[in-house]
């Protein structure tokens, strides 16, 4: 199955299921020589595993890294890093009753129709458990990009949205509450939605805005591979991402030219940054911030009518366990995904320039 690879030079591959032995990767073209802190890593895996809060899926995961290949001492080899994380807490029984069933809104019934066959165990390879080993592979980026800060948060979940521009938050506080909001008043209003939400039987959707900071000037290539549109095609490639918008976004469509400018100080730096620190698919060395909207998580503890794979239509409940909104999770695999975008172009400018 092709599509399990992204980059160019720091090149990731993930491989494994939801409900089998166990998930994994290769990273190939990390540089040699970095001291990786491993507590570091164990952290953004401990950030994305279920069962780490009341709102969230109760699959017990530990979620430990087992490093292969690639890593010798403690350092970077150079070599391709290989890596697994077994699965430890499968319940197959919970996924007996779509064995013949599409879910509505998953991808059942496509996977199935493209493959001739699917892994109906939590949906297999289609499971955003898959988005472990992408977790990896960004908290190693990171590290490579030791200069540069990558803070996501949960922004709104529903119709309740924070209403403070993200100059004026404090992202130390963002792991202070299960739900990821640096704004404690808001953050409570969330959590108590969700919960409800929970009680219900339903599922809902929310946002993560990502603010990147201490970018260098000039990361991105012209003309189809820009900044922008890296970001927005991996972003994209999470499970239930349904909209990615960076700068000013549709925001700016409603706007003149003579309010969107970005007028440049002196230094080149700008005024308003409306251009969200990328100009020309390049970045500028202001900070980049992009929003990333998730849609209500699919499984829902409801009835609904569903199509069988005898052309049936039949009734579902959904079961087993699941998140009743994904985006307090979601936070580090934006930040993963964010990080592997920077170290592809990171390296690729080292190619044009080695002190870069």
Do not use: W
């Amino acid at each position: 199955m092709a599509g399990n690879s992204y980059g160019t030079l720091f090149r990731v591959t993930t491989f494994g299921e939801s409900h089998g032995e166990a998930l994994g990767g290769i990273i190939d073209g990390c540089p040699a020589g970095i001291a990786l802190d491993f507590d570091a890593i164990q952290n953004e895996m401990s950030r994305r595993k279920p069962g780490q809060s009341a709102i969230v899926t109760q699959r017990k995961e530990s979620d430990e890294v087992q490093f292969l290949s690639g890593i010798f001492e403690g350092k970077t080899t150079g070599t391709p890093i290989g890596f697994v994380i077994p699965n430890t807490n499968q319940k197959l029984d919970d996924y007996s009753d779509i064995k013949d069933a599409y879910r509505p809104s998953h991808a059942d019934y496509v996977y199935e129709k493209k493959y001739g066959i699917r892994d109906y165990r939590g949906g297999g390879r289609s499971s955003a458990r898959e988005t472990a080993s992408r977790v990896v592979a960004g908290a190693i980026a990171k590290q490579l990009l030791k200069d540069i800060k990558i803070n996501a948060f949960v922004s709104s979940v529903g119709t309740i949205f924070i209403d403070k521009p993200y100059q004026e938050l404090d992202f130390s506080k963002t792991e202070n509450n299960p739900v990821r909001c640096p704004d404690a008043e808001t953050a409570k209003k969330m959590e108590a939605y969700i919960r409800q939400i929970k009680k219900d039987g339903d599922t809902v959707g929310g946002t993560i805005t990502c603010v990147i900071q201490n970018v260098p000037i000039g990361l991105g290539e012209p003309v189809f591979d820009k900044l922008h549109a890296e970001l927005g095609k991996v972003m994209l490639s999470i499970n239930a991402v349904k909209g990615f918008e960076y700068g000013s976004g549709f925001c700016g469509a409603q706007m003149k030219g003579s309010e969107h400018n970005d007028l440049q100080h002196a230094d080149g730096t700008t005024k308003s940054n409306l251009s969200g620190g990328i100009q020309g698919g390049i970045s500028n060395g202001m900070d980049i911030y992009f929003r990333v909207a998730f849609k209500p998580v699919a499984t829902i503890m409801q009835k609904q009518n569903t199509l069988n794979n005898q052309g049936e239509i039949v009734e579902m409940q959904g079961k087993g366990r699941h998140d009743p909104c994904v985006v307090p999770r979601a936070v580090p695999i934006v930040e993963a995904m964010a990080a592997i975008v920077l170290a592809d172009f990171y390296l690729i400018n080292k190619t044009y320039n080695p002190n870069f």
